[in-house]
């Protein structure tokens, strides 16, 4: 904290806001302040309230309690529309693109051009867009397409274009880079420091820390519904504490013992879509990395593992068994579970319990003559949410409630209690906050002492680097290199994925 | 950043408008059909008569189908279609007088009744927040009964001169009309409340979100839904020449399966009102089709369900291979 | 199909040459106009249950005995209740140029417009059972009112005019309901000691009509007489499951209740059993026929009903105790001055009768 800043007028101002939902409290006496000519971060983890927060701040949701000042007056945000007027435009981490409309009316919705009747027509609409889309350097997306018909990245630069186009004083952006690839993050930012020299202010989120350390001027911490602390400099480490409220010594936890050869899992000249062959063994207690470029073959090697993708040919032995599995039912069976990415999409049930969701899967083995054993159930899902630090309200909410980290250990608790003896995670740790990362990795690594099998892909090329025993690198749809745990580097890796004779 | 090869504004157009293509290509070929099946069992082309009576028949379900597009696209559904039908039928029946000045009073008063009857449904749906199938099926019910009480038994009588100017049964003035009504479709369309009740029907948090409101957007569908058919049942009373309380009732029914058969999601926010027309005019040729076809009645409407089920698969599948094609592009 | 059609059309088109070419109306009643066959199409609206059914099958049936077969060349057509669409139909009738159109219709007013269309273009319309108001066109009926007060006279007299009575009514706002419960009301004031104790609608429906009876029986006091308009076997029903005793009683003429008549589930019912005849349609289709021949003036027919009463009432004739409840005993007429008598067959499936189909008009 600066004193001097604090003397010049803020241009927005959050003063102890809540708001609750049902019984949790989202947001409880949080502050904000910014300032003109200010890129400013929020951190915390998945649930610290910095999406509710903005979504307050952006007329989405209204307050319970507490004041929201624009450049020194309250505002009154009954709705977005209110936050517009005031020249405060919000990207929301859920889009509001209208996706059966065509970029350009969702671009112009509502400041449509028009004729003298009052009427648009699709040529003046396409004409208008494409005049915006050149003021911010856009050129490969169509103003005609319907928005349902492009790539995630591409709806979500037509919504930060949007609130660029209409210039605004502020800004607020909900974690705007984790669809995006680089390049477009790359001009998002320029467009950032654009309005920043302008003298705007910009909020933005990420879990990416590289990208706050590139471009805040000022972080601020949340946990709990609440700031606990704005600066002006931050290491990742102090964030982590900060945003943890205990002390991480290392956000990777020591690599687990070396294992004993022991096959759980070999797989022999396996191909299906993109991947055109593989072949390797893993051990138990090892945390095998697959590491390389997306799209080369590594989701349909996870996919067919777990049955969920025919395979074209090639052999899969676990214990030394040959199977084949047909679905993911016949692999969970043969004892191998799956952690996808995407968790709302794959797995869990959000209206369920957490308790339902973690013994979905021993229902079976869980019950005589076909009654459950409720009791003995429920016995289970504690002990198992306690084990895994599940933070819920109680084993009886639903799973859609819980922030995106928890639900994914949800998951993982699940095969746990279904005694899988393999585990494929399968970059697990996108979208998912360091604090919670930490947990993941931990939960991993003690999945492998206790002799369990991990098959691990990340995007994320520290993580191997960090946790796996060996890293094989899939390059078009072939194992192009395999590296020992000594001497491993994320650097290496890449080099691996791009080059042929990376690998030594 | 790249430019990737643009599609031309035509796929994007044929994307867009694929269920108003459809239809279209639908009533081509229905059209075709009962011509050529005309021609086989009459030895001669259907003629002006054939012609303007098909358009005079189809005036009140064009107009329903219209009706209920602009529930349907907020992602409602309009059952009172069918009562607000009856008591516009029922009270042109007996107030209609004989004056062109009070034809002209009595049809604008009998409009209105029917935008404040539909506005009452859009107040329950969009305040209330209620689901529109229950809203609309009690206060069908409600709009029956009333019809019934105004005009218990069928009678009154519509004067000549009506009947010829809305439906002229010498030449195909009807026309006249549904130009009328694509071009109120079309201006809707480019018109502010056009656009949101698109959005509202496509993704109603996004659309608020976007500064549109979705209570006064719903209101105003729902009202347009009355209005319009009322219209219908003024159309149904000038066609018959008299009043019955009943004969809107297949209404309800009827404009969905236009509504459908033109390609109107009935989840909401994509569609063409022209769609919901000429759906209404398919489902006259499939009458005809069938008729000349001198399929046994009573397996008749075996056929025509066949047919509407035929129609949809084809309209759905068909969609989403063209989703599928450009998903892949 | 498509070709017998075809030449009958240009055998037509000669025919009309050649009248243009003589110019003299007299010829169109003469002999050589007779060589063509009249097409006669029915237009129905609900097919939906036992009694249209029975209806169109009589209707079929006529078109394939003499005098018709070689007379008429007949469709037949189903629209449902929707007025447009039977509008529709007509109009293709219209563009097919038949002579005459027999109507069954949707709505009595929603056709008009079409029905002028039809006259003016010269074709005969007659309309039946559902009879339209537009005045061009025929209609064939019975008296409904008379339906009313035959039933309750016979249930009066039987009750020696005094007592409790129920009414069991049929679809409301309808002219059939309306006129034949007046019908009952104007009886029921000669007698001021007949109390009417309940009313309630049956719907024209056997089901209906027994779940509605079974819900008010509990709180009503004796019954001494039942006057019903349909779904009388249903009423009867409910009153042996309440375990009441069957008064005398006037219905329709479902084979349930004549059965009943002639005794039936062990009890024998007292009554008169008066039917709307499903032979409608065929008097209908002879008026189109004699007055497109030009020997019969075209106006209006009323037809008295067919009924039976528990002395008349003849097994195979009148009540069939191998064919359902539900079927109408009265697609024929009984008795020396019988307007139609036909078979069972043709009832039943549409199937000719054996010799001529005799059709009384009433005397023109």
């Known amino acids: 904290m600066n004193d001097a800043e604090g003397r010049r007028a803020a241009s927005l101002e959050a003063v102890s806001v809540s708001k609750g939902f049902g019984g949790v409290q989202a947001v409880s006496g949080a502050s904000l302040t910014a300032f003109p000519g200010e890129v400013h ?117 037509i919504e930060i274009v949007r609130a660029l186009s209409h ?333 042929e004779q990376a690998a030594p | ?205 996004a659309a608020s979100s976007n500064g549109i409101d979705p209570v006064v957007t719903k209101l105003v569908a729902y009202t347009l839904s009355g209005l319009i058919a009322a219209a219908a049942g003024l159309f149904l009373a000038a066609q018959a020449t008299a009043g019955d309380a009943t004969t809107g009732n297949g209404y309800t029914l009827t404009s969905i399966v236009a509504v459908v058969l033109g390609g109107v999601s009935l989840f909401g926010g994509r569609g063409s009102g022209i769609g919901a027309i000429l759906g209404a005019f398919v489902t006259t040729m499939i009458v005809n089709i069938l008729f000349f076809a001198h399929i046994d009645p009573l397996y008749q409407s075996f056929y025509e369900g066949a047919f509407l089920v035929i129609a949809v698969v084809l309209a759905e599948g068909l969609g989403r291979l063209v989703r599928k094609r450009r998903a892949r592009a | 199909m498509s070709d017998i059609r075809r030449r009958d059309w240009h055998r037509r088109d000669l025919l009309r040459t050649g009248l243009a070419l003589a110019a003299t109306p007299a010829i169109l009643s003469g002999s050589a106009f007779a060589a063509r066959k009249f097409k006669i199409a029915l237009s129905n609206s609900y097919i939906g249950n036992k009694w249209r059914i029975e209806m169109e099958n009589l209707f079929k049936s006529a078109l394939l005995m003499e005098p018709f077969a070689a007379e008429i060349e007949g469709s037949w057509y189903n629209s449902g209740n929707d007025v447009s669409k039977q509008s529709q139909q007509f109009s293709n009738l219209i563009a097919e140029r038949v002579d005459a159109i027999v109507l069954n219709a949707a709505s009595p007013t929603g056709l008009n417009g079409i029905i002028k269309q039809a006259t003016d273009r010269g074709i005969l319309v007659v309309s039946f059972d559902n009879v339209v108001t537009a005045p061009s066109a025929l209609k064939v009926n019975t008296d409904q009112f008379a339906f009313g007060r035959m039933g309750a006279e016979f249930v009066a007299k039987k009750m020696g005019g005094k007592g409790n009575v129920i009414m069991v009514t049929g679809v409301a706002g309808t002219h059939v309901d309306l006129d034949r419960n007046k019908g009952a009301e104007s009886v029921w004031a000669e007698h001021p000691d007949i109390k009417v104790v309940s009313r309630y609608t049956g719907m ?54 004549r059965k009943f008549l002639t005794g039936y589930m062990g009890h024998q019912v007292d009554g008169i059993s008066i039917g709307q005849p499903p032979f409608l349609s065929v008097i209908s289709l002879e008026l189109a026929r004699r007055a497109l021949a030009g020997d019969y003036p075209k106006k209006d027919i009323t037809i008295p009903f067919p009924y039976v009463t528990s002395e008349t009432v003849k097994v195979g004739e009148t009540v069939f105790p191998d064919l359902p409840d539900s079927f109408f005993a009265d697609f024929t007429d009984a008795g020396p001055h019988a307007t139609v008598k036909i078979c069972v067959d043709a009832a039943l499936d549409g199937k000719a009768c054996a010799g001529r189909l005799a059709v009384e008009l009433p005397a023109a």
């Not at chain 1, 390797?280 to 799209?295: D, H, M, Q, S, V």
């Not at chain 1, 504690?382 to 250990?409: E, Y």
């Open chain 1, 167 to 499: 210039d605004p004083d502020i800004l607020l952006l909900d974690e705007p880079t984790s669809a995006l690839m680089a390049r477009e993050t790359a001009w998002l930012f320029g467009e950032v420091r654009r309005l920043r020299d302008a003298g705007r202010t910009v909020i933005f989120t990420s879990h990416r820390w590289h990208e706050i350390s590139a471009i805040a001027d000022r972080i601020t911490v949340f946990r709990g519904g609440r700031d606990v602390g704005s600066f002006t400099t931050l290491d990742e480490d102090e964030a982590v504490t900060l945003m943890t409220g205990q002390r991480v010594e290392a956000l990777y936890p020591p690599r687990p013992p070396a294992p004993a050869p022991a096959a759980a899992l070999a797989v022999a000249d396996l191909a299906g879509g993109r991947l055109a062959a593989a072949s390797f063994t893993l051990n138990r207690g090892e945390i095998l990395g697959i590491g390389g470029l997306a799209g080369h073959g590594h989701r349909e090697l996870f996919l067919m593992l777990f049955g969920a993708m025919p395979r074209k040919a090639g052999q899969i032995r676990r214990d030394g068994q040959e199977i084949r599995p047909r679905s993911p039912r016949q692999a969970i069976r043969a004892g191998i579970a799956l952690v996808p990415e995407d968790r709302k999409t794959e797995g869990l049930l959000l209206p369920l319990s957490v308790g339902d969701n973690l013994t979905l899967a021993v229902l079976g083995r869980e019950s005589r003559l076909g009654i459950l054993r409720r009791r003995r159930l429920r016995t289970l899902a504690a002990a198992m949410a306690a084990r895994l630090k599940v933070r819920m309200p109680d084993i009886t909410s639903p799973v859609g409630a819980l922030s995106g980290g928890n639900q994914q250990k949800i998951l993982l608790g699940r095969w746990l209690l279904a005694d899988c003896a393999v585990f494929l995670f399968y970059d697990v740790t996108r979208g998912v906050d360091v604090a919670t990362k930490h947990e993941i990795y931990e939960l991993m690594t003690a999945l492998a002492r206790d002799g369990r099998a991990i098959l691990y892909y990340s995007s994320d090329a520290e993580e191997l680097a960090h946790l796996a025993h060996r890293v094989l690198v899939l390059r078009e749809g072939r194992i192009a290199a395999e590296l020992a745990a000594s001497g491993l580097n994320a650097e290496r890796i890449v080099a691996a994925a791009m080059h």
């Open chain 1, 41 to 157: 971060a929020l951190v915390g983890e998945n649930g610290a309230g910095k999406s509710t927060l903005i979504k307050l701040i952006g007329g989405r949701l209204r307050a319970d309690s507490g004041i929201i000042r624009y450049q020194g007056a309250a505002a009154a945000l009954k709705t977005p529309d209110a936050a517009h007027r005031q020249g405060c435009w919000t990207v929301f981490q859920e889009l509001t693109l209208l996706p059966a409309m065509s970029v350009a009316e969702n671009l112009l919705l509502r400041r449509e051009p028009r004729d003298v009747f009052g009427l648009t027509s699709s040529r003046r609409l396409r004409q208008a867009a494409e005049v915006v889309f050149a003021r911010f350097g856009i050129r490969d997306i169509d103003p005609g397409a319907l928005v349902e018909d492009l790539p995630l990245a591409d709806r979500q630069v």
């Open chain 2, 1 to 205: 950043m790249m430019a990737p090869p643009r599609r031309s504004t035509l796929a994007h157009g044929l994307a867009r408008h694929l269920g108003l293509a459809l239809v279209s290509a639908l009533l081509a070929v229905s059209v075709i059909g009962y011509g050529g099946l005309y021609l086989a069992t009459q030895g001669r082309l259907p003629g002006g008569f054939e012609f303007t009576s098909s358009l005079n028949n189809t005036m009140p379900l064009a107009l329903a189908g219209l009706a209920q597009t602009m529930v349907v696209l907020t992602r409602g559904l309009d059952l009172s279609i069918g009562g607000i039908i009856d008591l516009s039928d029922a009270l042109a029946a007996l107030y209609l007088g004989t004056t062109a000045a009070s034809m002209a009073l009595a049809s604008a008063l009998i409009l209105l009744a029917g935008a404040v009857l539909g506005f009452v449904n859009g107040a329950l749906v969009a305040y209330g927040r209620l689901p529109p199938i229950l809203v609309t099926l009690a206060t069908l019910a409600i709009f029956q009964g009333l019809a019934i009480r105004i005009l218990p038994q069928p009678g009154g009588a519509v004067p000549e001169g009506y009947t010829a100017l809305l439906v002229n049964t010498g030449a195909p003035y009807a026309l006249f009309y549904v130009l009328a009504m694509m071009l109120f479709w079309a201006v809707l369309r480019r018109s502010r409340i056009g656009i949101a009740l698109l959005a509202v029907g496509d993704d109603e948090a």
């Open chain 3, 204 to 257: 024209w429906d056997s089901a209906t009509a027994e779940r509605n009876t079974a819900a008010a029986l509990p709180s009503l006091p004796p019954i001494d007489g039942i006057w019903c308009q349909g779904g009388t076997d249903g009423v009867l029903k409910a009153f042996i499951a309440a375990g009441r005793k069957l008064p005398p009683t006037a219905g329709e003429a479902e084979n349930g209740f």
